[in-house]
T-cell receptor, first 115, second 110 residues
Framework: DVKVTQSSRYLVKRTGEKVFLECVQDMDHENMFWYRQDPGLGLRLIYFSYDVKMKEKGDIPEGYSVSREKKERFSLILESASTNQTSMYLC??????????????FGEGSRLTVL | EDQVTQSPEALRLQEGESSSLNCSYTVSGLRGLFWYRQDPGKGPEFLFTLYSAGEEKEKERLKATLTKKESFLHITAPKPEDSATYLCAVLLSGTYKYIFGTGTRLKVLA
């Protein structure tokens, strides 16, 4: 079974803390994504990576950074957490588009609460 | 502006009562349209991909169709276990950018 694993399902952090969200996929996918999901706003792309050490900003990158040192792992970093970053964070992966149909495979999500 | 709109926002059905969910889109170029199912507190699970107008895909009680402006997810004789949020997403041509709708929350009552 294909799998995208997010390291933490639930986190509670304080304003100003540094937060790491980790994502690992076992499907040898080139592309990895970080989204946040908020009620009424749908899924919004934070960052996208199409290869090791390569990244592109999504629609809402402010306040976030990412790291992809290995193909299977994509980390999302909140340098200084703020209350407006309380959300559900979803990691996804897919094959390079030229060689596949484009569907995303999602992890279970990480629900972050910033107090 | 690229946009994906889903309707209705929420839908309550009796078990066995068939219905359809709508996903309308206005995008610069469509590479594919995707349907996902999302259970509470979990990540979306892939259901279907559609690529061109007229295409249809089926899986159990679900059938997805595509026109040039919208997609429908038809649910035939639904069961309580079909209760979930159904998300629609469009992949823009020549990009890795997916535009997601806000979903339809489906509740099927026994």
């Amino acid at each position: 079974d294909v799998k995208v694993t997010q390291s933490s399902r639930y986190l509670v952090k304080r304003t100003g803390e540094k937060v790491f969200l980790e994502c690992v996929q076992d499907m040898d996918h080139e592309n990895m994504f970080w989204y946040r999901q908020d009620p009424g706003l749908g899924l919004r792309l934070i960052y996208f990576s199409y290869d090791v050490k390569m990244k592109e900003k999504g629609d809402i990158p402010e306040g976030y950074s990412v790291s992809r040192e290995k193909k299977e792992r994509f980390s999302l970093i909140l340098e200084s957490a703020s209350t407006n970053q309380t959300s559900m964070y979803l990691c996804a992966s897919s094959h390079r588009l030229a060689s596949n149909t484009g569907e995303l495979f999602f992890g279970e999500g990480s629900r972050l609460t910033v107090l | 502006e690229d946009q994906v709109t889903q309707s209705p926002e929420a839908l309550r059905l009796q078990e066995g009562e068939s219905s359809s969910l709508n996903c309308s889109y206005t995008v610069s170029g469509l590479r594919g349209l995707f349907w996902y199912r999302q259970d509470p507190g979990k990540g979306p699970e892939f259901l279907f991909t559609l690529y061109s107008a007229g295409e249809e895909k089926e899986k159990e009680r679900l059938k997805a169709t595509l026109t040039k402006k919208e997609s429908f997810l038809h649910i035939t004789a639904p069961k309580p276990e079909d209760s979930a949020t159904y998300l629609c997403a469009v992949l823009l041509s020549g990009t890795y950018k997916y535009i997601f709708g806000t979903g339809t929350r489906l509740k099927v009552l026994a």
